[in-house]
């Protein structure tokens, strides 16, 4: 099945202790992209990557950090995390080529930075 | 101005209605045009792309006005089951330009 998965799901965890959020698509997805989604603000995006070794940033990706080592996988890497950051994440990835460009989320990752 | 707007909604329809949500967008280059829905909490999926000659897809019918930049999702004979976000998301000129989504507007369909 054509899918973005993400990991963990649910996570608790204490300020400045370092996590990564995992993120992986088996559709050959050239461009990946992560969201937080916060009340009231709407989706907005952190990073997003064209392909391998390639990424760049989004509107909000002060405190944040992401890789593009392989195709398929794209992490989020919060080195220090902070209150502020207790949020909704989402992955999520799509083709380059035109007319087959819709993206495709994953599942979510709800962060809570106590 | 945002980049692409909507209605603030709340919308509470009763079941059977028809129900018109409306967004704008700022970028007169953009050219896709997609509608997702989002449940509390879950991820956003795509409802349907819109198509300039406007489309339908079962009780849903998007339209594209590009002189206005606007564009419309109507729903005929609600279902309880529409309750969700609705969300209008906005690409650039190509592939490689970003994709913009709105605020949403919130649908309840009461019983």
């Known amino acids: 099945e054509a899918q973005v998965t993400q990991n963990p799901r649910y996570l608790i965890t204490v300020t400045g202790k370092k996590l990564t959020v995992t993120c992986s698509q088996n559709?050959?997805?050239?461009?990946m992209s992560w969201y937080r989604q916060d009340p009231g603000l709407g989706l907005r995006q952190i990073y997003y990557s064209m392909n391998v070794e390639v990424t760049d940033k989004g509107d909000v990706p002060e405190g944040y950090k992401v890789s593009r080592k392989e195709k398929r996988n794209f992490p989020l890497i919060l080195e220090s995390p902070s209150p502020n950051q207790t949020s909704l994440y989402f992955c999520?990835?799509?083709?380059?080529?035109?007319?087959?460009?819709?993206?495709?989320f994953g599942a979510g990752s709800r962060l809570t930075v106590l | 101005r945002k980049e692409v707007e909507q209605d603030p909604g709340p919308f509470n329809v009763p079941e059977g209605a028809t129900v018109a949500f409306n967004c704008t967008y700022s970028n007169s280059a953009s050219q896709s045009f997609f509608w997702y829905r989002q449940d509390c909490r879950k991820e956003p999926k795509l409802l349907m792309s819109v198509y300039s000659s406007g489309n339908e897809d079962g009780r849903f019918t998007a339209q594209l006005n590009r002189a206005s930049q606007y564009i419309s999702l109507l729903i005929r004979d609600s279902k309880l089951s529409d309750s969700a976000t609705y969300l209008c998301?906005?690409?650039?000129?190509?592939?490689?330009?970003?994709?913009?989504f709105g605020p949403g507007t919130s649908l309840s369909v009461i019983p």
């Open positions: 998301v906005v690409r650039g000129e190509t592939s490689y330009d970003k994709v913009i």
């Open positions: 559709m050959n997805h050239e461009y």
């Open positions: 999520a990835s799509r083709f380059l080529r035109e007319g087959a460009n819709v993206l495709t």
